[in-house]
């Protein structure tokens, strides 16, 4: 088999596989399967198979080496339009022999004349005749005799990989082997390149007839998604800026093998051989085809067929001829009314084919059309601005682009404006009178592109922006005063740092001017002191934004001032409830897609901070869609992705949650995203997967502690991280003093940088449950300080489900048990839609139900943990469902003891390795699709694996299945 791929894990592919491991299982079971498995050259099908073989060789069904799969593999080559028949299956043949031995083998063949027939493909199965050609009948059905007979005493995996090269008898054996053996233990697999098979393939009609074939399931391998191909990198060089993972997706299409090759070449350009590899399909085109190509290549990806036309020097028929030869050879493909190029390096390569002198004429011809025909957009006129550039003439050029511009800004078009402002920049000094063509200055034109690469959330390019305008900006009061404001912004957002003086320079040549305009940019320079200031002299500043925003009628401006506002009362009033009124305020304004989504991530966090986290989940998807259509999702989304990944987690929406989370952390600048990591890594320590959390500390170990050193004022929430890492622990006799220490000096942190009072609530509570885990008697002194913490605490409703929860832990093993039901009762009730998120609200219904035992009411108190246990892993809670079903065995609702533990012990002799696999996850919390994940089968077969338990142990449902699992390896480890 080839050597694996330079990735050390798969990336994606989880439903494939899953595809895959289940037709293993029927074949295990006696139900024969074929998978075929298709998709283009690179995109992965053979790492698919690798882990597929990888997997079922060390698949725990089969004790003994003799009695796992035999795998057999055969490798179809290109040998012309004939081929030698039985190609692939002469390997195949050979690797069950070294599997299985001469005896077997004879055997398995049964009769002389199938050994015979088998003897030319297989030496020394017959010493007594020497290997000749067998007619193809007569080996097709030995071949069938030998499968049908080994399959019966083995599980037999057959792979064959390219059956697009296979020839014709070996497709006919693969249509029989498919549609005719029953009742044998025969899993095969056959890959293909799909972008070879055209209509005249001969493989086409046999792929239509194993369609037809209930027995085949067809598995596509698709192109990597954005966040694959950024998976797929982080393996092969880790921090890649997030700009040159999209320039590699778009390059590769999302081909793993192009992904890997384009890693490794950096910036260099494309070496011969992967360019003769990309141009393969171009060179067999004829001369005309190839023209239609390359004039193609030089309009773009995509190219209508009415351009096409009016640029290519060919007449209808010849162009239709040349273009059907183009797609029938899959450099092209027909996409709506015209064509695109099938892959971007495909393009990339052909247009390096033209000459300097073709690549003037074809740019000015489309140049020429498009100004003719199209411009009304401003995708046609940027293109007609690139035209013109690529055909060297560069007054229409800048023209060209000074149209674009105006045209991306009126319809917020942040990408293009930054690319188009800067095009100006470049060209201003080649052109005569730029400023009049432009009808801007050149400082402008910086500002201009300063504040589009920052919608973007491109601080570095913003602020070489901002600065390259400043260089050129001595005397307009109001675009120096903009560009100094930005060049504050951007030197925070990438240093943490503000240049005061910056905005002390703003304000100075602000104040005075009677001008709408620079009153709404003061009010920008005062929400930005406002940002860096606490007390009285934040609250003038803010109030004067706000005044000096309504007086000049500027929405956006208000929309910040009110932003600013919002957080300024939640951190030094600590009254967030009331901060939402800003906040609802600013959404409500006309605003551009980025200051909308800059108020919407405000309206967002404040909502999760008050415990609102539904409301915060419904406004948070809302701008996350605005911000995907208007194009910003790396600059305004990945904040928001954040905070929306929060509120998904919860609320229990834990699936989305990580969705969220995962795009957050590929949109934000490497060292921000640490944020991402250390939420992750919570997820996972309340979703009882400490291995896998442990793992992704050590991946990004680098990152974290460069962000600790850059950021360090963010050790708060690493506290609080290191202090839910060791719940997984909670039955320690004592906390570890500096642990429980940091996260409570989080807590009692009031009124500065260290954070908002929610993160203190948070810290408290998870210091809280670290300190006092169920059964344990904390010292008083203990109980002291973290009652202390209450003094003063703000009186709103998610501050005071904080401080209940915690006065009802510390309570709990003294409190008389009618009082402690009371107390968890009341907390579970009042945070049943919100104020706490799901794992502590589930937490709180696990002491609730220990309450409940403790005070006699044994049936209430074993139908709630009943719930815990069945339903945390849904919420993402899996810990807290663990704790539920270690609680009810300990309090015996579920115990094996006796003769008991006899019947259980026949119970699980009865269950199949597997079941014994998924009920060990059951038991765990796991849902079916994080059952079918974890052991790469199917939803769907997880769910008849855990139906055929419950059977078998007589289970009600899968919370009673979980403590029956408890108790039955709680009796067997006694």
């Excluded at 990806?301 to 059907?324: G, I, K």
Aim: hydrophobic letters at 45%; proline letters at 5%; charged letters at 25%.
């Amino acid at each position: 088999m080839p050597a694996l791929p330079s990735s050390p894990r798969m990336v994606g592919r989880h439903s494939e596989l899953a595809a895959l491991l289940e037709a293993f299982d029927d074949g295990e079971s006696g139900v024969p399967r074929t998978v075929v498995v298709r998709g283009e050259a690179g995109v992965g099908k053979t790492r698919l198979v690798q882990e597929f073989l990888a997997l079922v060789a060390r698949d725990p069904l089969g004790d003994a080496p003799t009695s796992g799969p035999v795998v057999a593999f055969g490798q179809c080559v290109d040998l012309g339009p004939i081929g030698a028949p039985f190609g692939p299956i002469r390997r195949v043949l050979r690797d069950l022999h070294a599997a299985v031995g001469t005896d077997a083998l004879r055997e398995a063949a049964g009769s002389a004349a199938v050994i015979a027939s088998l003897a030319a493909l297989v030496p020394g199965i017959s010493p007594d005749h020497a290997e000749s050609d067998e007619p193809a009948g007569e080996f097709a059905e030995a071949i069938e005799v030998l499968l049908e007979q080994l399959s019966q005493r083995r599980h037999l995996v057959v792979v064959l990989e390219d059956l697009q090269w296979a020839d014709a008898a070996t497709m006919a054996l693969l249509k029989t082997l498919a549609s005719t053996l029953r009742g044998r233990r025969l899993t095969i697999v056959a890959t293909y390149r799909s972008d070879d098979i055209d209509r005249f393939h001969p493989l086409r009609p046999v792929l239509a007839e194993l369609d037809r074939t209930r027995s085949v399931a067809r598995v596509e391998v698709r192109p990597l998604t954005g966040d694959e191909v950024a998976e797929q990198v982080a393996q092969l060089a880790a921090g890649l800026d997030p700009r040159m993972v999209e320039s590699l997706t778009e390059r590769s299409g999302g081909i793993p093998f192009l992904v890997e090759e384009l890693v490794d070449l950096g910036d260099r350009p494309l070496p011969d051989t992967l360019r003769d590899l990309v141009l393969a399909r171009y060179a067999r085109l004829g001369d005309d085809a190839q023209h239609v190509v390359r004039t193609m290549a030089a309009g773009g990806m995509h190219v209508e067929h009415d351009v096409l036309a009016a640029v290519a020097p060919l007449d209808d028929a010849a162009l239709d001829a040349a273009v059907r030869e183009a797609v029938d050879t899959r450099v092209l493909v027909a996409d709506g009314a015209g064509y695109t190029f099938r892959h971007a390096l495909t393009r990339e390569a052909v247009e390096g084919e033209m000459l300097p002198s073709e690549r003037v004429r074809v740019h000015r011809r489309y140049a020429e059309h498009l100004s003719a025909h199209h411009g009304d957009s401003p995708d046609d006129a940027s293109a007609i601005a690139e035209h013109w550039l690529a055909a060297r003439d560069l007054p229409a050029a800048f023209d060209a682009t000074v149209a674009a511009m105006q045209q991306s800004r009126s319809r917020f078009s942040p990408a293009m404006s930054a690319k188009l402002s800067e095009r100006l920049t470049e060209l201003w000094d080649l052109v005569p009178d730029a400023a009049d063509r432009a009808g801007t200055s050149l400082p402008a034109l910086h500002l201009g592109a300063a504040q589009a690469w920052h919608d973007l959330g491109d601080a570095e390019r913003s602020l070489r922006s901002a600065n390259e305008g400043l260089a050129v900006c001595p005397d307009d009061a109001l675009t120096r005063a903009a560009l100094l404001r930005q060049r504050f912004v951007e030197t925070y957002n990438l240093e943490h740092r503000g240049r005061l003086e910056d905005l002390a320079e703003s304000v100075a040549l602000l104040e005075g001017l009677d001008d709408p305009q620079a009153r709404a940019l003061l009010s920008r320079v005062l929400t930005n002191l406002a940002l860096d200031e606490h007390g009285d002299e934040a609250a003038q500043h803010t109030a004067r934004a706000i005044a000096l925003a309504e007086d000049s009628g500027d929405d956006g401006a208000l929309a910040v001032a009110l932003t600013v506002e919002s957080w300024r009362i939640a951190a030094d009033e600590d009254d967030e409830p009331r901060a939402l009124e800003p906040l609802e305020r600013a959404v409500t304004l006309h605003l551009d897609p980025g200051l909308r989504a800059y108020a919407g991530t405000g309206l967002t966090d404040m909502l999760l901070r008050v415990g609102r986290f539904a409301e915060a989940v419904v406004v948070g998807e809302q701008h996350y869609a605005d911000v995907v259509r208007a194009g910003i999702e790396r600059g305004s989304g990945s904040g928001l992705a954040h905070a929306l990944s929060l509120a998904l987690f919860a609320t229990g929406r834990a699936d989305d949650g990580r969705r969220y989370a995962q795009r957050a952390r590929r949109l934000m600048n490497p060292l921000h995203g640490a944020s991402v990591v250390r939420l992750l890594a919570a997820h996972l320590t309340w979703e009882d997967r400490a291995a896998d959390r442990d793992q992704l500390l050590s991946d990004e170990r680098a990152r974290i502690e460069e962000s600790g050193r850059r950021y360090p004022d963010k050790h708060h929430w690493w506290a609080i991280q290191r202090a839910e890492e060791l719940l997984v622990l909670r039955g320690a006799d004592e906390p570890p003093r500096d642990v429980l220490d940091d996260v409570l000096s989080v807590a009692v942190t009031v009124g500065d940088s260290e954070g908002t009072p929610s993160l203190r609530r948070y810290a408290l509570l998870t210091a809280a449950l670290l300190a006092l885990p169920s059964g344990h008697r904390a010292d008083a002194a203990l109980k002291e300080r973290l009652l202390g913490v209450l003094s003063g605490w703000p009186d709103h409703a998610s501050a005071r489900a904080h401080a209940d929860f915690v006065r009802a832990l510390v309570s709990d093993d003294t409190a008389p048990a009618a009082a402690r039901v009371a107390a968890w009762r009341d907390l579970v009730d009042a945070t049943a839609d919100g104020l706490l998120p799901v794992w502590h609200r589930r937490v709180a219904q696990c002491r609730l139900a220990l309450a409940l035992l403790d005070a006699g009411s044994r049936g209430d108190g074993a139908v709630l943990l009943a719930e815990v246990a069945a339903h945390a892993a849904d919420d993402g809670v899996a810990l807290v469902g663990r704790w539920a079903t270690e609680a009810a065995a300990d309090a015996g609702l579920a115990t094996v003891t006796g003769d008991a533990t006899a019947a259980a012990e026949s119970v699980v002799a009865s269950l199949t390795p597997r079941e014994l696999q998924v009920l060990q996850l059951i038991a765990e919390g796991l849902t079916n699709p994080q059952i079918g994940q974890r052991l790469f089968i199917s939803p769907k077969t997880a769910s008849v694996h855990v139906s055929a338990i419950l059977a078998k142990i007589g289970a009600a449902n899968r919370a009673e299945a979980a403590a029956w699992y408890t108790s039955a390896a709680a009796a067997a480890r006694s």
